[in-house]
């Protein structure tokens, strides 16, 4: 077998000595999609972050390809219905729900991206950079003793609920009507309608498929509580961008924080992005995805990852024996 880590920088040596038992480990730092192209040429396991998207070119560049491995539950970078046309599996942590109950990375970021928007911290580091000194400038406002909204109470979501509780929160979640799980009081349940009107903060965590992609519309922007911050660390594509703009631009929210945008893949401007750098209305922070990038949720997730690429390895080996 011909492994190919296509974003080799810190990649745990552990998980490299586990995919070693199945052939040769390529590790490389591939930064453009012509080097990508070229190296997966003799590729039968393709690893992958969120750094290149895996469509059908690559597949038609790596004849060879058996297996596509990404240490992430989301999976908007791979073309999936192109690598299950191809018999090319997909091997990822979606749905690896009690591994994951310890990953707890873009829960924290989501959380720091709160306090950063709420203590205006970008503005103030930058005002401190420049040379002034000027306080009052910057009052912010405190988590404790506001009422955040989760919408999306799974992994990630109930661990957020759990910080937000410590800092002194009151906490409402919302869930899809036919949501059959509970949550664990003081959170309160409620319809989303409810959660919107009343929530100073409102955290997204939805996992994106066909029938989220979007959900959170104009309608749903504009029933949040006037002064309202708004959060997104899943992905971008669960949101009008758009009207989140809209709501930002014309003050009915104080503020908003996304770790994630739509076409993260694609080039040219995008309208978060130049909303932040134009620095216009209420404030917007943007970060580059990283809400899991972190040295100890990395290296936990590709080990456990490696694993699971071996143990599919293994199957596979047992029924050519056959």
């Known amino acids: 077998m011909?492994?190919?880590?296509?974003?080799?920088?810190?990649f745990s040596s552990a998980a490299r000595d586990t995919l070693g038992a199945m052939g040769a480990v390529r590790a490389l730092d591939i930064a453009t999609r012509e080097e990508l192209l070229t190296e997966a040429r003799d590729a039968d396991v393709l690893w992958v972050r969120l750094r290149h998207y895996i469509g059908a070119d690559v597949m038609d560049a790596a004849p060879e390809l058996r297996a596509i491995a990404t240490p992430t539950t989301g999976l908007t970078h791979i073309d999936l219905e192109e690598a299950s046309r191809r018999g090319i599996a997909v091997i990822s942590l979606r749905g690896e729900t009690d591994f994951l109950k310890e990953i707890r990375a873009t829960a924290e970021h989501t959380i720091a991206l709160m306090l950063a928007l709420m203590r205006r911290l970008p503005a103030a580091v930058a005002h401190a950079h420049g040379g002034g000194w000027d306080r009052d400038r910057f009052r912010g406002n405190e988590l404790h003793g506001k009422t955040a909204g989760i919408v999306g109470y799974g992994r990630l979501g109930r661990i957020v609920a759990g910080y937000l509780q410590a800092f002194g929160c009151r906490v409402l979640a919302a869930e899809r009507?036919?949501?059959?799980?509970?949550v664990d009081p003081p959170v309160e349940l409620v319809p989303i309608e409810e959660l919107l009107a009343h929530s100073d903060l409102v955290s997204l965590h939805v996992s994106l498929d066909s029938a989220t992609e979007g959900f959170f519309n104009q309608y749903l922007f504009g029933l949040m509580k006037p002064g309202a911050w708004f959060i997104n660390t899943?992905?971008?594509?669960?949101?009008?961008?758009?009207?989140?703009v809209a709501c930002l631009r014309e003050g009915r929210l104080s503020g908003a924080a996304v770790d994630v945008i739509a076409g993260e893949h694609e080039s040219g401007p995008h309208p978060l992005i130049e909303y932040a750098r134009a620095g216009?209305?209420?404030?917007?922070?943007?970060?580059?995805?990283?809400?899991?990038?972190?040295?100890?949720?990395?290296v936990k997730t590709e080990e456990f990852l490696a694993g699971r690429v071996l143990a599919w390895h293994g199957r596979g080996t047992e029924e050519g024996d056959r």
């Not at 216009?280 to 100890?296: M, Q, R």
């Open 177 to 182: 009507k036919d949501w059959e799980g509970r």
């Open 2 to 10: 011909s492994i190919l880590l296509t974003e080799s920088k810190w």
């Open 280 to 298: 216009e209305g209420s404030p917007l922070i943007v970060t580059p995805h990283i809400g899991g990038c972190t040295v100890e949720s990395m």
């Open 234 to 244: 899943a992905r971008g594509e669960l949101i009008d961008e758009a009207a989140l």
